[in-house]
């Protein structure tokens, strides 16, 4: 296997994205050390990450190059949560040129308003990232089309999340309408506590499966 720093894997000390497979989120990582053909990380999202990943589990490595973006598949070898973070992913095929990482989503259920055009709809979301949520909601007056926009407030455990956002997808069913909203406009740190809910329920998810 080639060893090209930044275009068979990415360099040392710089900034990565790293795709879990199986759950379908993504945490940022700074590499630390590539040698032969593993790649060592300390993610960045802290030490909440930890318990998301275990040994064998597949993942994609995104990094950022001169043009574009570029990935490799690897596999978790090994991970440390104490003193710090830290994952060792063994590179399991070629790079090549890919899209940027999605953001962190998670299946999370949480009271939610939206205000369309003065109309206060109310449900709870499905699935939730930074940015942005599918939410079931009672269906009162026109039901919003697709690019409609609308604020938002999220009911999180240590308060509201308020954001400003767009309808991507409406599906309907009877008095029931699940929207897909992205969001336009959040502030970082509540981007940042909706990615610790995220992978607080991953973490609770994966012990739930361990039992």
């Known amino acids: 296997m080639s060893s090209v720093p930044d275009v068979d894997h990415p360099a040392e000390q710089s900034e990565v994205d790293i795709r879990l497979t199986a759950a379908n989120v993504s945490v940022s990582a700074r590499v630390e050390v590539v040698h032969d053909g593993v790649i060592s990380v ?60 999605d953001a962190v989503r998670g299946r999370i259920t949480v009271p939610v308003t939206a205000d369309v055009a003065g109309v206060e709809l109310t449900g709870e979301t499905m699935d939730l990232s930074e940015g942005g949520t599918r939410a079931s909601f009672e269906g009162f007056g026109l039901a919003p089309e697709a690019g409609t926009r609308l604020s938002v407030v999220i009911g999180m455990d240590d308060g509201p999340v308020r954001a400003s956002g767009e309808v991507v997808r409406l599906q309907s069913r009877g008095t029931r309408w699940t929207l897909s909203i992205t969001f336009l406009h959040i502030e970082e740190k509540d981007q940042d506590r909706i990615r610790r809910r995220v992978f607080q329920a991953l973490r609770e998810e994966r012990a739930r499966l361990a039992d």
């Open 42 to 101: 300390r993610p960045s999202a802290g030490d909440f990450v930890g318990p998301v990943v275990g040994t064998g589990d597949q993942v994609e490595v995104y990094w950022r190059t001169a043009d574009g973006h570029r990935a490799v598949p690897a596999e978790v070898l090994e991970f440390e949560s104490e003193p710090v973070v830290r994952w060792r992913l063994t590179i399991t095929g070629p790079s090549e040129h890919s899209q940027r990482r």
